[in-house]
């Protein structure tokens, strides 16, 4: 079986019949029913809250989570495809599922109780329950361990304070995955309902990027939680950190969705531009833009394929995900400059899904860990001198 | 209810298509194959039907190896068995020696409904389900726009007819029923369906290992070529009035986009 749209070293041969199922399931979806209405949502700023319950029903959340809570059950690289075709709609969207998926439901299977699990997963994989994940601060973003938000031990439970920013669905959320600190200063995840006193988010405005996507600020005045919301299998920053490993796998497949779009965009534009008498794809400068996109997508293909087939053995590194969303990522951010020059004028245009892209990526470039700290997450891993901190 | 639905792996509508050199065929190399479309609405009108009154769907293919694409997405969407008639020694065979092929195999099976695209995107002969019709000696519905079991021997069938009108019939069961694109709204293979498909048996059966007699192509195919385009500009004279409906004319029955 092959796969849809651009695979130019045939990397098809690679991959499962399941695993191109899935790609075809999730291009077709999104082709006939996300891209007619992607624009329109980005423009106003609102999330299509109206596709949750249609991307629940094709399986998107918790594609890689087990049949038993609801979930799809997939391969890692069948997560991944998915991502790919849901960037290459809009950042925004794959952010939803990334959330939802990577760092609500994952938590919850790896850290949660078996109560958790059965109370939590299957609403979250129906779409019947949003979920956002709360561990950047305003004061702490590439340094989450210095956070300030506190659990503090009651006689049933913990009272929460604190405040997070930047957070993905939080005013769309029904329940919030919260990072905190307890008094001896280990950081914790709690299962923080949305509907409790004290709990507000409210949501955060005037984004020029991923306008698509709800983001809100979580604020947390004394909000109470009985003990049984604390996720017992983990403590200290290495329980956020596995959650966005996760996320980020999929970001290292997703941006390469973006950049296929954006390609594939500049490729056709190129093609019916006349310019001089002579179609602009029959320039060499743009056909060396085109040749240079093109080649980095193929090798970001490479690099999300390998990563998949190492996490699917179960042998992925987390510093070998920090180099496929940083590379990927970067290559997306390259591509949308060079895709905005070749459509000229019409690159600014809203006809033409470049700038969106564009404009997206730059959250991407900064989230789930900034390009830098990827860049220092590796320079670690070969130098063994930590130079973040 | 049981229910077989044929269907045929075509080239996708957006494919570039180029000829082959020898005028006869098409280059495959790049091209994206799909279901063809009429089958799609033909798989999912068997889906809602077996829903609805339970039974089981079987999807039968006709070609070369690929084509379990086809049939694995019918599967993951929903159909229970699949049936892959693989013609790799006996490619390209007419529509009248396809049919007998797939008769060859249908014949014991006892189908209640046969169902299939009303023409394939490819070469477009939109024969196949008359023909089984005849071979099988069942009842036939053509251009079927709706459906409706009405008890276990009948099918109630909405046809498409010529300028906008419909026809509702009877039909006595079995029968083989073509489907226009457009009844339904065919489902996306979900994620779950697809990690069931392959639970699902896919039997292979080589075309070359059949007892067939009276199968060679009686038509072959002379030459592939590409219509040349043409740019014809025509002036509507007169009246404002006749303008106007010359356009409309040209509008509604030319173009047909009115
Ligand atoms: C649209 C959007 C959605 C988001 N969704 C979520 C969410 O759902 N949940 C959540 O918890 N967070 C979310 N975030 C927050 C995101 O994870 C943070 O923005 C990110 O971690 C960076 O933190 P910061 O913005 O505070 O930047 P800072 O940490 O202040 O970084 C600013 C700059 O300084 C650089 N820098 C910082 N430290 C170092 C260092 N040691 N060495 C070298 N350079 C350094 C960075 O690379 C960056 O270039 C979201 C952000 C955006 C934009």
Not at chain 1, 200 to 214: G, Q, T
Not at chain 1, 370 to 387: N, R
Not at chain 2, 7 to 30: A, F, L, Y
Not at chain 2, 67 to 78: E, R, T
Request: glycine share 8%; proline share 3%; net charge negative.
């Amino acid at each position: 079986m092959k796969l849809k749209g651009l695979d130019y070293l045939n990397i098809s041969e690679h991959f499962s019949d399941e695993e191109i199922l899935v790609q075809h399931s999730v291009r077709d979806y999104v082709d006939s029913e996300l891209q007619p209405i992607i624009e329109e949502h980005f423009k106003n700023g609102t999330f299509p809250a109206e596709k949750i319950k249609e991307m629940a029903n094709l399986g998107l959340l918790g594609i890689n989570l087990p049949n038993k809570y609801g979930c799809a059950g997939l391969s890692h690289t069948a997560y991944g495809l998915a991502c790919q075709e849901l960037e290459r709609c809009d950042s925004g969207i794959r952010s939803f599922v990334s959330v939802q998926g990577s760092l609500v439901m994952y938590p919850i299977f790896a850290f949660g109780s078996d109560e958790q699990k059965e109370n939590w997963l299957p609403r979250l994989a129906s779409g019947d329950t949003i979920g956002c994940f709360g561990l950047t601060e305003p004061d702490y973003g590439s340094n989450p361990g210095g956070m300030i938000t506190r659990a503090v031990k009651t006689k049933n439970g913990y009272t929460l304070n604190g405040s997070k920013m930047w957070i993905t669905n939080g005013s769309v959320a029904d329940v919030a995955i919260v990072w905190a600190k307890t008094e001896d200063e280990v950081i914790h995840g709690f299962i923080v309902e949305t509907d409790r006193d004290g709990f507000d988010a409210p949501e955060m405005k005037n984004k020029w990027s991923l306008r698509a996507s709800v983001t809100a600020e979580l604020i947390l005045e004394n909000v109470e939680i009985p003990e049984e919301n604390m996720l017992p299998g983990v403590s200290g920053l290495k329980g956020p950190l596995s959650c966005l490993t996760q996320a980020r796998y999929g970001i290292g497949w997703g941006t390469i969705g973006a950049a296929m779009a954006m390609y594939e965009t500049a490729l056709k534009y190129a093609n019916e531009r006349i310019q001089f008498g002579k179609s602009i794809s029959s320039f060499q400068m743009t056909q060396e833009k085109l040749v240079w996109i093109l080649s980095e997508i193929t090798k970001g293909q490479l690099l999300a394929m390998q990563a998949g087939r190492n996490k699917d053995r179960n042998v992925l590194r987390h510093q070998q995900i920090s180099m496929l969303k940083r590379n990927n990522t970067w290559v997306a951010r390259e591509t949308a400059r060079l895709a905005r020059e070749i459509l000229g004028a019409n690159g600014i245009s809203g006809e033409y899904p470049i700038m969106r892209h564009m404009m997206n990526i730059e959250s991407v470039y900064t989230y789930e860990g900034t390009h830098d700290m990827h860049t220092l997450v590796l320079g670690d891993d070969i130098t063994g001198i930590p130079a973040y901190r | 209810m049981k229910i077989c639905v044929l269907i045929k792996q075509v080239p996708d509508t957006d494919s570039v298509i180029k000829i082959s050199n020898d005028q006869k065929s098409i280059e495959m190399e790049g091209i994206t194959l799909a279901t063809n479309e009429s089958d799609s609405y033909a798989l999912e009108e068997a889906l809602l039907l077996k829903e609805d009154q339970g039974g089981e769907v079987t999807v039968l293919s006709l070609g070369g190896e690929s084509c379990q694409q086809v049939l694995k997405d019918a599967l993951a969407k929903g159909a229970d068995k699949a049936i892959h008639l693989d013609d790799d020694d006996y490619k390209d065979l007419d529509i009248l020696s396809a049919a007998k092929v797939m008769v060859n195999v249908l014949k014991d099976k006892e189908f209640d409904i046969i169902f299939s695209g009303l023409q394939s995107d490819d070469i477009g002969n939109a024969q196949l389900g008359l023909i089984m019709a005849e071979l099988l000696d069942t009842s036939h519905a053509s251009l079927v726009m709706g459906t409706e079991i009405l008890d276990e021997k009948t099918i109630k069938v909405k046809q498409e007819l010529e300028g906008g009108w419909f026809q509702w019939s009877e039909l006595d069961l079995p029968a083989s029923i073509t489907i226009q694109s457009g009844l339904n709204k065919p489902r996306y293979a979900s994620l779950r369906g697809i990690m069931m498909m392959k639970r699902k048996p896919l039997e292979s059966i080589k075309v070359s290992e059949l007892n067939l007699e009276n199968t060679s192509s009686k038509s072959f195919v002379h030459k592939l070529y590409i219509p040349q385009k043409t740019k014809e500009t025509v002036f509507i004279q007169g009246s404002a009035d006749q303008v106007v409906d010359g356009l409309i004319e040209k509008l509604t029955n030319e173009i047909k986009v009115l």
